[in-house]
């Protein structure tokens, strides 16, 4: 075989070990799919704590010795049973009848709307003297400070996402459960930003941090419909 042959033979070459790579992958999520609910639903919560104590420990807000203690809490807890009862609704066993559509339509839009309704709530303190970093993010630096936290908790929602649907063993993900799953990483994303972000005004929280459900479900719906897109495109091909 001559040397411009090899070259051109090269890439085939390649073809078992990487077919081989994506089989181990997919044993691997198939092996985590194959966890019994209460461990998947459980490995999202603790994926979900795990991601809050990073964004604590890097980024921790400023004025968080000023912050109220109880509000503090209290806010952590409304949020973390939110975000459980969102991944308890989507990782439901198979054996068991799932929810009816109406209900976890209901649910799932009191869940998504629930920290937005959070944000909208007076600001935890009124430390301008202490704190002023915590009274920026007004005036022409408003839409940048927004835009920028509800990027960053977009982005703290995806492994969440990603791992909600990743152990999903239904063989579809119905609009319904796309809120669930983006309500679950929407509050994973919403904590970080209560833990990371200092501003206190009602105005940056309900623009920056309260959409950050939204955003998911927006990113998680145009994936399922760019996966969907292509699929039929691949068929019809």
Excluded at 125 to 137: L, N, T, Y
Aim: net charge positive; glycine share 6%; aromatic share 6%.
């Amino acid at each position: 075989m001559s040397e411009r042959n090899r070259e051109l033979d090269a890439p085939l070459d390649l073809l078992p070990d990487l077919r081989e790579q994506m089989a181990a992958e997919d044993r691997s999520w198939r092996r985590v799919r194959s966890w019994a609910t209460p461990a998947r639903r459980t490995a999202a919560l603790v994926l979900i704590f795990a991601l809050e104590l990073v964004v604590l420990v890097a980024t921790p807000r400023l004025d968080l010795a000023a912050y109220p203690i109880p509000r503090l809490l209290a806010a952590l807890l409304v949020l973390l049973a939110t975000a459980t009862l969102a991944i308890r609704l989507f990782a439901h066993p198979l054996h068991v009848h799932a929810p009816r559509i109406a209900r976890l339509r209901s649910v799932g839009a009191i869940l998504l709307l629930l920290p937005i309704a959070f944000a909208l709530l007076p600001a935890p303190h009124h430390e301008v003297q202490i704190h002023p970093e915590s009274f920026e993010g007004i005036g022409a630096d408003f839409v940048p400070r927004a835009l920028g936290c509800l990027v960053f908790g977009t982005l703290v929602a995806i492994p969440t996402l990603l791992f909600l649907l990743a152990t999903n063993r239904r063989p579809y993900v119905n609009p319904e459960r796309i809120v669930l799953a983006a309500t679950a990483g929407g509050i994973a994303g919403t904590i970080a930003l209560l833990l990371h972000c200092p501003l206190v005004g009602v105005a940056h929280r309900f623009a920056g941090h309260g959409g950050v459900g939204l955003a998911a479900v927006a990113l998680l719906a145009a994936a399922m419909y760019f996966k969907h897109a292509r699929q039929k495109i691949s068929r019809t091909a």
